[in-house]
C-alpha cells in the first residue's frame, strides 16, 4: 500500500511539474513557426528564385517587368500582354453561369492549419471558412480575355494555393528539392492559364491615388503579421479576395461590389462584411455614413474604378485583377484622409508619392507584393500618359 501511495504522489507530482515543462515547449514551437513564417511571406523572399525558375525555363518574359528609368526587374508575376486591357468592363472580363460550380478539392488540414493563429480552430464551428471566387480558366477573345469563375470554400482556396506556396519557399531555402506542383501547374502563363489547380482564387488589388497640394499621392499599407499571405509585405489599399453578392453560389462576382466592401473595411474601419448576416440587402454598408462620400463620388463619376489588367501570383498561384481608383474630387485629401482607419489586415499605413522614390525604391527591391508591384506599376503609366495627354 505504501509502495502505491508513493509512487501515485510521484507520478502526480511529475503530472504537475511535466504541465509547464510541454506549455514552455509548445510556446517555443510556436515562437519557431511564426518566426518562420514571418520571414518566408515577405515579398522578397522568393522573389528571386521564382524569377531564376522562370528564366532557366526561358520563360522569363511571362513574368511582369516593372520599369524605373534605366532600371528594370521582373517580379513573380504572370501576366501576358493580351490579359492588360485598361478599362475593360468586368461583366465582359468575368464569365459567370448561376449557381457556380463548386471545386472540388479536398481540403488538407496540415495546410490550413499551419495558417491558422491557432491550429486547433481548424475544427471550431465559428472558424471562417466561407466561399471566395476561383478562376477555372482564362481564354482570350477578339473582344479581350476572359474569367470564367467558379467558386470553392476559403479551406480549398488555402489548401491548394498554400501547397504551391508551401512547396516554393521549401525550394528557396533548399534548391535541390523539387517543384511538382509548379512544374505541372505554373510552368508558364500559358499553364497557369489552364487554372489546374482547381482553386485558383480571384483577388483583387487596387490603388487609390489622389492629388495633394498638385501631387499624385497613393495609399499603401504594410500587411499586419496576423495575415495569411504576405504578412509584413507592402501593398496598396484596399486588396482582398472576391466573393459573390450574397455569399453563396446563386449570385454573380461583382468587382465592383467587393472594391466598395473593402473600402469600407479597410479605410473607413467599417464592420466587416463577409461573413453572413440577417442583412436581407448584401448593399447594406452603402447605406452607412462612412460610405457617403465614396458613393456619391461614383455617381458623378468623380471616383471611378477603373481594372488594369490581370495575372497570377508567380508564388501562390492566384488569379489577381489590378485596379485604379483615382479621385478627381481636389479636396479628398483634406475632407478624406483624417477619417481613414485600417483594420486589422493592416500593420501601418501610409500615403506616399505615386512617383516617388518610396515607391519606386519599394518595387525594385521586391518590397510590394507581386500583384501590388503589378498593379502599381501599371497605375503609373496610366495616370502619367493621362496627365501628358491632357497637357497636350
Not at 76 to 101: C, K, S
Not at 222 to 251: H, I, K, N, W
Not at 266 to 278: C, D, F, I, Q, R
Request: hydrophobic share 40%.
Amino acid at each position: 500500500m505504501f509502495a502505491n501511495l508513493l509512487s501515485a504522489g510521484i507520478a502526480f507530482v511529475l503530472g504537475l511539474s511535466s504541465r509547464p515543462v510541454k506549455a514552455r515547449i509548445q510556446q517555443a514551437w510556436r515562437r519557431r513557426r511564426d518566426s518562420l513564417q514571418s520571414r518566408r511571406r515577405k515579398p522578397n523572399f522568393a522573389a528571386e528564385w521564382v524569377v531564376d525558375y522562370y528564366r532557366r525555363r526561358n520563360r522569363v518574359n511571362d513574368l511582369f517587368r516593372v520599369r524605373s528609368g534605366a532600371q528594370a526587374v521582373f517580379i513573380p508575376f504572370l501576366n501576358l500582354p493580351e490579359w492588360n486591357l485598361v478599362d475593360q468592363d468586368e461583366d465582359g472580363l468575368l464569365a459567370q453561369e448561376i449557381p457556380h460550380q463548386h471545386s472540388d478539392v479536398v481540403f488538407n488540414r496540415r495546410i490550413v492549419a499551419s495558417r491558422l493563429s491557432d491550429p486547433a480552430e481548424i475544427d471550431s464551428p465559428t472558424v471562417w471558412n466561407d466561399l471566395h471566387a476561383c478562376a477555372t480558366r482564362v481564354v482570350t477573345t477578339p473582344s479581350g480575355p476572359r474569367i470564367t469563375v467558379s467558386i470553392s470554400d476559403y479551406f480549398q482556396y488555402v489548401t491548394v494555393c498554400g501547397a504551391l506556396e508551401d512547396e516554393t519557399y521549401a525550394a528557396v531555402e533548399k534548391p535541390q528539392r523539387g517543384t511538382p506542383i509548379r512544374d505541372r501547374h505554373l510552368s508558364s502563363a500559358a499553364e497557369a492559364a489552364e487554372c489546374g489547380m482547381g482553386a485558383h482564387s480571384i483577388g483583387m488589388v487596387v490603388a487609390l491615388v489622389f492629388q495633394q497640394n498638385g501631387v499624385h499621392k497613393v495609399i499603401i499599407q504594410e500587411r499586419s503579421r496576423a495575415v495569411s499571405t504576405y504578412g509584413g509585405g507592402l501593398g496598396v489599399v484596399p486588396m482582398f479576395g472576391c466573393q459573390t453578392l450574397d455569399l453563396s453560389d446563386a449570385t454573380p462576382v461583382s468587382l465592383t461590389h467587393n472594391f466598395l466592401r473593402e473600402v469600407y473595411e479597410e479605410l473607413y474601419g467599417g464592420a466587416s462584411v463577409e461573413h453572413s448576416s440577417l442583412r436581407v440587402d448584401p448593399r447594406w454598408f452603402l447605406a452607412e455614413p462612412e460610405m457617403r462620400y465614396v458613393v456619391d463620388k461614383m455617381a458623378v463619376d468623380e471616383l471611378r474604378l477603373r481594372l488594369l489588367g490581370f495575372g497570377f501570383d508567380a508564388i501562390n498561384g492566384q488569379l489577381i485583377i489590378g485596379g485604379l481608383a483615382e479621385v478627381k474630387d481636389e479636396s479628398f485629401a483634406e475632407s478624406q484622409l483624417s477619417r481613414l482607419v485600417g483594420n486589422w489586415e493592416i500593420h501601418n499605413i501610409h500615403v506616399w508619392d505615386l512617383f516617388g522614390y518610396e515607391v519606386t525604391d519599394a518595387l525594385l527591391t521586391h518590397r510590394f507584393t507581386p500583384a501590388c508591384a503589378f498593379t502599381l506599376a501599371r497605375a503609373r503609366e496610366l495616370v502619367l500618359s493621362e496627365s501628358q495627354r491632357a497637357l497636350s
